[in-house]
Nanobody, 124 residues
Framework: QVELVESGGGLVQAGGSLRLSCAAS????????MGWFRHVPGKEREFVGS????????YYTDSVEGRFTISRDSAKNTVYLQMNRLKSEDAAVYYC?????????????????WGQGTQVTVSS
């Protein structure tokens, strides 16, 4: 069992920055991939990016490439999503997820555990 707790969401102006955190506890030693997804009502939950826990290699969806950065702190079992140059279309509930499969992590089915989500609101 893995518990994931996101934090850091809030209201930010367009063009601003926000950093989300995802603290993991439980069976974290087996975690291979950590991902970030976002959801807007009426739309599918969208892949934002992922990080391979052991190597730190990251993957991003095109719309956030160059603006968002995922990192991890192994000592704290925490993954971060640094979001810069935020746009109105980035507003969503952001979820982190953990998976045990050797995959890139772009699919919801790649993950076994999910956090409760944190709201990001971008004002124009």
């Amino acid at each position: 069992q893995v518990e994931l707790v996101e934090s850091g969401g809030g209201l930010v102006q367009a063009g601003g920055s926000l950093r989300l955190s995802c603290a993991a506890s439980g069976r974290t030693f087996s975690t291979y991939i950590m991902g970030w997804f976002r959801h807007v009502p009426g739309k599918e939950r969208e892949f934002v990016g992922s990080i391979i826990w052991s190597s730190g290699r990251t993957y991003y969806t095109d719309s956030v490439e160059g603006r968002f950065t995922i990192s991890r702190d192994s000592a704290k079992n925490t993954v971060y999503l640094q979001m810069n140059r935020l746009k109105s279309e980035d507003a969503a509930v952001y979820y982190c997820a953990a998976g045990f499969r050797l995959v890139r992590g772009a699919l919801r089915s790649d993950y076994d555990y999910w956090g409760q989500g944190t709201q990001v609101t971008v004002s124009s």
